[in-house]
T-cell receptor
Framework: AQKITQTQPGMFVQEKEAVTLDCTYDTSDQSYGLFWYKQPSSGEMIFLIYQGSYDEQNATEGRYSLNFQKARKSANLVISASQLGDSAMYFCAMRGRPYSGAGSYQLTFGKGTKLSVIP | DAGVIQSPRHEVTEMGQEVTLRCKPISGHDYLFWYRQTMMRGLELLIYFNNNVPIDDSGMPEDRFSAKMPNASFSTLKIQPSEPRDSAVYFC????????????????FGPGTRLTVL
């Protein structure tokens, strides 16, 4: 079974500052992928960034980077130079592949962190 | 591409009524997922399809819920009879086929259907 834990229900950050959103995971899968999604108040789910368990380098996408620490089972999202439009819910999610080799294409989501950017 | 399309965007119904939610995945995507989002339980996978075949429906809460995918471009999620505790946002998502371990499978979400059961 897979589990995603996001321990920060809410976070505040000053505009133009960097912020880190925490995500820890638990899995026994052979390989897995970690995702971050953004959900603004309008409700849609927007894909931000992906990290594969075998990727040696941390993923980056523009102002988003993923601080992946495999031994600690953490995959924190770092947003640099926060903007007012970054205010939203952020979800960490995981997709794994068990040792049996069968693929499992579902995502397991954390509870989310509500980020508020202060002008 | 228009992205994943869901209808209706909002649905208000009375307890006991049948509710049908609709989804059109992105053309060419082999996987379709139905999720439910509530404040209490967060985002939960209800069921997913591969090439129109249901693969895992273990997340379907009870027999009142059913999902079908008659063809590659259309899926429905039906609740009959509906109950107030079914009130939630229901998301449909689709993704293309891909392989492990180095590739990934971004799921493209629809805008969701906000269901209110009175």
């Amino acid at each position: 079974a897979q589990k995603i834990t996001q321990t920060q229900p809410g976070m505040f950050v000053q505009e133009k500052e960097a912020v880190t959103l925490d995500c820890t995971y638990d899995t026994s899968d052979q390989s897995y992928g970690l995702f971050w999604y953004k959900q603004p108040s309008s409700g849609e789910m927007i894909f931000l960034i992906y990290q594969g368990s075998y990727d040696e380098q941390n993923a980056t996408e523009g102002r988003y980077s993923l601080n992946f620490q495999k031994a600690r089972k953490s995959a924190n999202l770092v947003i640099s130079a926060s903007q007012l439009g970054d205010s939203a819910m952020y979800f960490c999610a995981m997709r794994g592949r068990p040792y049996s080799g069968a693929g499992s294409y579902q995502l397991t989501f954390g509870k989310g962190t509500k980020l508020s950017v202060i002008p | 591409d228009a992205g994943v399309i869901q209808s209706p965007r909002h649905e208000v119904t009375e307890m006991g009524q049948e509710v049908t939610l609709r989804c059109k995945p992105i053309s060419g995507h082999d996987y379709l997922f139905w999720y439910r989002q509530t404040m209490m339980r967060g985002l939960e996978l209800l069921i997913y399809f591969n090439n129109n075949v249901p693969i895992d429906d273990s997340g379907m809460p009870e027999d009142r819920f059913s999902a079908k995918m008659p063809n590659a471009s259309f899926s429905t999620l039906k609740i009959q009879p509906s109950e107030p505790r079914d009130s939630a946002v229901y998301f449909c998502a689709s993704s293309p086929i891909e392989g492990f371990p180095s590739s990934y499978n971004e799921q493209f979400f629809g805008p969701g259907t906000r269901l209110t059961v009175l």
